[in-house]
């Protein structure tokens, strides 16, 4: 995940806490601790989080030893740089899978002269991308985006019609779009999967979004369950 | 040049403050300190009468240019200061941050891809 900025204009503030555990990655999302824990922050989970702190500066890899969480007496304390501003924006790498590869193009089976519908060769509907974004990389429509009004099976339909495609067409969804809050990461926490159901996963909100291709997409978001405006 | 050395007086405050995480511990040299934090990759902040000190290039650190100034403790001094600049280690800045420069060149690379018919 990279910084890319505060919604009110305001310089980011640098803060260094203590981890309360390993797992720590440069860019992830950290949360407060819970309670009985040894340090100050964690980590988030890839499908849920609370109580957000911020976005990780560092990874405290020294060149030799790492500089990871120990309860080993007399080890290196693991301190880490955080930005904590509550409404940071945070910019994501859109991916497929939990390991985090390329998103998957889909391909028109069957055409459609009223660019109503994208009927592909892979279900929309589970897991559901109701409510979230096509758009195509080839033919007629592309660089051309919908929010998706509802689906059923393959057929992802649109309510603004794109113009008519061919078989053969490319194009991908996304269950994510502006204003929808929740967004599955991948294991290591440092890219969105655009392959699950919409308003599932991690306290994100989505702000904006770049549609690319299948290895340059992004989603950028702000935090959603920061424990900067209220504990949860 | 000749330089004045003065032994710093340190207070009951100031050392404690020191003992905060990630702070400079009583007695110890600025320059060591933020040799040991460059060498952990750490992101530095120092503030404005510090940050000319510090030669990112020779510790393969970037100076953060977007957003020229961040609020944190500077690694130098260890006072709070609102007009710190900031450094990323070099390695690791595309993972957390992104330029002006790269987005343009994605974009530009997105309207080409377009014309050629596929994004």
Redesign the interface.
Known sequence: MQYAGCLCGAAPVIKRYKASATGMVAGAIVCAQANGSSGQMIVTAATATANQLGSLLDTGVGPNAPITYSTTQGADEAVYGVIVNPDQMLRVLMVTGATGTALTADTIVTATASGLTTIGGTSVASPDMDQGIVWYLSGANVGRSRTIGSTSSVTATVIVPFAANAIGDTFVYAGLNIGLQGMTLTTSVQNVRSDIAIATGVNATTIDLELNGISDSYVTATLGDCVWCQTT | MAELLIKKQWTRAEQLQALE???KKKGRAAGGWMADIA?????I?LCQGCTHKFNPKRVGYRKEKE?P?????CDGCSTWD???S?Y??EE?Y?????TAEERRA?AA??AK??AH???
Not at chain 2, 39 to 43: E, R
């Open positions: 995480a990630g702070g060498a952990q990759k750490k992101v902040t957003f100034v961040c609020q944190a403790k609102p007009f710190c900031w990323i280690y690791l595309t993972t957390v941050r992104s994605l690379s997105r891809r377009i018919g596929f994004l």
